[in-house]
């Protein structure tokens, strides 16, 4: 079985400042992995997601992530946060030759001062 | 390209009403799914079809049917609605199961008194 761990249900970032959000999974075999953005009353939108190959993915709006199967993890960054960024963001884990169906985490509401 | 559309944005059910809530999809795709958002609980999975004709349960089912009417749409049933079920509810497709990521809809915010 997958599951996933979102460390922190809160953020708090400076604009400009680097932002770290981190994801670690479990899962009995090699995983996807994604990333999910969800702005105020809107759906889960799609930031990158890792299948195969090279393990720094690149995504959206300057975010990328990297797979590292040592840690479990898959922390999501960016350099230098905008106040447009602030929202709710979501890891998920699927499992190839399973059901596929991603487990997502509890989330994680990244907060964006001036 | 409207992507998933679901209707209603919002809706208030007294306990006991029944209500279903509609998701329709315009890409084409295999795959649906219905999830509810409750605070501090991420993304739960109610219920996905894999393909027409096809429907299963996920890790929530209790309190939902569903139906896939054809490709495009795929509708979630509140038979008789309990406060426990005020959430948001959110559709989701994909090409097919094991071709993720998955496109959702805007949601559905319910409230049940």
């Known amino acids: 079985a997958q599951s996933v761990t979102q460390l922190g249900s809160h953020v708090s970032v400076s604009e400009g400042a680097l932002v770290l959000l981190r994801c670690n999974y479990s899962s009995s075999v090699p995983p996807y992995l994604f990333w999910y953005v969800q702005y105020p009353n809107q759906g889960l939108q799609l930031l990158l997601k890792y299948t195969t190959g090279a393990t720094l993915v690149k995504g959206i709006n300057g975010f990328e992530a990297e797979f590292k199967k040592s840690e479990t993890s898959f922390h999501l960054t960016k350099p230098s946060a905008h106040m447009s960024d602030a929202a709710e963001y979501f890891c998920?884990?699927?499992?190839?030759?399973?059901?596929?169906?991603?487990?997502f985490g509890r989330g994680t509401s990244l907060i964006v001062h001036p | 390209n409207a992507g998933v559309t679901q209707t209603p944005k919002f809706q208030v059910l007294k306990t006991g009403q029944s209500m279903t809530l509609q998701c329709a999809q315009d890409m084409n795709h295999n795959s649906m799914y219905w999830y509810r958002q409750d605070p501090g609980m991420g993304l739960r999975l109610i219920y996905y079809s894999a393909s027409e004709g096809t429907t299963d349960k996920g890790e929530v089912p209790n309190g939902y049917n569903v139906s896939r009417l054809n490709k495009r749409e795929f509708s979630l049933r509140l038979e008789s609605a309990a406060p426990s079920q005020t959430s948001v509810y959110f559709c989701?497709?994909?090409?097919?199961?094991?071709?993720?990521?998955?496109?959702f809809g805007d949601g559905t915010r319910l409230s049940i008194l």
């Open positions: 998920a884990v699927s499992d190839i030759g399973g059901s596929y169906i991603p487990t």
């Open positions: 989701a497709s994909s090409e097919t199961v094991s071709n993720q990521p998955q496109h």
